[in-house]
């Protein structure tokens, strides 16, 4: 009987979370608040207004995720709702602001500019400072075709950057443009032949291999300049032995794509000096020419709004990954070492791209067939973030938790709500504490809380018409230098008993004259 009861046991979920997933608290939840906050105010200045999109979108409108028979594409979170049709988490916020400005298009005042903070999912191997779920911070202008477009999408990225603290020299914000990659690529002789003549020859087509060619470049920094030209090539060997196939371009072929790459590090480096090697090498082609003068007119509109080549700079190995860029493309990255000099655990610590974006004039175009032209960008909270920790920008400092009033007489409880209700209407983080009622375990709450101050009030109190205000911050920073515990309670501002209804000014003060002593 025994054993058949035990095997009837309900079995207990374990308490763990999916690969890919984090929880996060306390002053992490604070922080990243904190950080999203100032940016949306760099947002707002500039005019944009805030968005928000439902978390699942049908699979359709993300674009570039389409089911396979019984399954979604891989990539996104995918499921069938009750009508049977595919649905998804938003695999970006980019994808659903299409689907928004083509179903409300007719009530939008254009261009119309919106920014928007969320979740966004991916279905993709994790791992370190990859994360399956993670917030985007997104703004972006629909429906102009001017440059002057772009060159906000630059200006706003520093000004954001620089309001968390990052000064000049320690972030840069790079710009190229994707036509002049293509009008490279058909210099390269690549852009030759139709999709459809390469399907006759049995050979890759253009788009196919301008993909791979992306790729190629886009691990520049992982694999250097020698290793983009063998990924262009026949192929590269890592250094545990692992082959990558390569695109299989001719010499003459990859030595242009190599001479675009390192365009921006030939010679000068101003903007205008590099508008002038790339121009030699996408010579009359129409694309290319069209790109080299959208990069001219963001340089002239970025020098007019006094944004030097320190914060803005043309870098040709910016391409981005994904395929509906059509125009100018941007990233920004912080550098290793900060003028602070305060990188990662050996100085030398880079996160890479923290923000992306571009100009994707054919988006909208999927839902309304007509062209609607778009530009913007991301920023990404969660690596950003961490590199801000990193570099002491956020964080560091223990936050500051509400005052708490202690329960000494069980039968008084309403007098102590009354005590935390005053607090709070006068904007002071409070609250009653609800667990055991000795004082100790009481006091060790509010430590570990991070309370500056503790409110007591026992019968003798209640009966005088007085408070115990303990002022747990001080007592903390006082106790470094005491070593008797009487010294210790004789400290001044230590401890004091104050009259019931200067509970709120009293308390005021004390946390005015902490914040001041934390400013010094």
């Not at 772009?150 to 710009?175: H, Q």
């Not at 005053?422 to 309370?451: C, M, T, V």
């Not at 104050?498 to 009293?506: E, Q």
């Amino acid at each position: 009987m025994a054993k058949r009861a035990k095997a009837n046991k309900p079995k207990r979920p374990k308490a763990i979370l999916p690969r890919g997933f984090s929880d996060l608290s306390g002053d992490d939840v604070l922080e990243r608040q904190q950080m999203i906050e100032t940016i949306a105010e760099v947002y707002r200045t500039y005019g944009f207004q805030p968005l928000e999109t439902p978390t699942i979108e049908y699979l359709d409108a993300l674009g570039k995720f389409l089911p396979d028979k019984d399954r979604p594409g891989e990539g996104v979170f995918a499921f069938r709702d009750d009508d049977e049709d595919w649905v998804a988490l938003r695999y970006d916020l980019t994808a659903p602001l299409a689907r928004y400005v083509a179903q409300n298009r007719n009530e939008l005042t254009m261009p119309y500019r919106r920014y928007q903070v969320g979740l966004v999912y991916r279905q993709e191997k994790p791992g370190p400072g990859r994360f399956r779920q993670f917030y985007q911070c997104d703004f972006d202008t629909v429906g102009s075709r001017s440059m002057a477009v772009d060159a906000e999408v630059c200006a706003l990225v520093a000004d954001a950057l620089e309001a968390l603290g990052i000064e000049r020299g320690g972030y840069t914000v790079k710009i190229n443009n994707r036509k002049v990659l293509n009008g490279i690529l058909t210099q390269a002789g690549i852009a030759t032949i139709s999709d459809d003549a390469a399907a006759a020859e049995d050979v890759a087509s253009p788009a196919t291999v301008r993909a791979q060619v992306l790729r190629s470049i886009d691990k520049l920094d992982r694999v250097g300049i020698g290793g983009v030209a063998d990924l262009l090539g026949k192929g590269r060997e890592d250094e545990s032995g692992d082959f990558t196939d390569g695109v299989g371009l001719a010499e003459d072929q990859i030595e242009r794509i190599i001479g675009f790459v390192t365009a921006g590090e030939t010679g000068g480096g101003s903007r205008s000096e590099v508008l002038d090697r790339l121009s030699d090498l996408v010579g009359d082609d129409p694309d290319g020419r069209e790109g080299i003068d959208e990069l001219a007119t963001i340089d002239e509109l970025l020098v007019a709004a006094d944004i030097g080549a320190d914060r803005v700079e043309i870098d040709p190995t910016v391409v981005r990954g994904l395929d509906y860029y059509t125009g100018p493309v941007f990233e920004a990255v912080l550098s290793a070492d900060d003028d602070s000099g305060q990188g990662g655990a050996d100085g030398r610590r880079s996160y890479g791209s923290v923000v992306g974006g571009g100009r994707y004039d054919d988006l909208v175009k999927r839902f309304t067939g007509q062209e609607v032209p778009a530009c913007g960008a991301s920023i990404g909270v969660d690596r950003l973030l961490a590199a801000l920790r990193d570099r002491g920008r956020i964080g560091g400092d223990e936050t500051q938790g509400p005052v708490v009033v202690t329960v000494m007489d069980g039968d008084r409880l309403a007098d102590y709500q009354a005590m935390v209700a005053e607090l709070r209407r006068a904007a002071i983080p409070a609250e009653l504490f609800l667990g055991k009622k000795n004082l100790g375990n009481q006091l060790k709450y509010a430590d570990r809380r991070g309370s500056p101050v503790a409110v007591i009030a026992g019968s003798d109190e209640f009966s005088t018409g007085t408070v115990v205000i303990k002022n747990l911050r001080y007592g903390k920073e006082v106790s470094l230098g005491i070593e008797d515990r009487d010294e210790w309670l004789k400290a001044a501002d230590v401890q004091e008993t104050i009259a019931r209804d200067a509970l709120v000014s009293t308390v005021a003060e004390l946390l005015g004259r902490s914040a001041d002593e934390d400013a010094s």
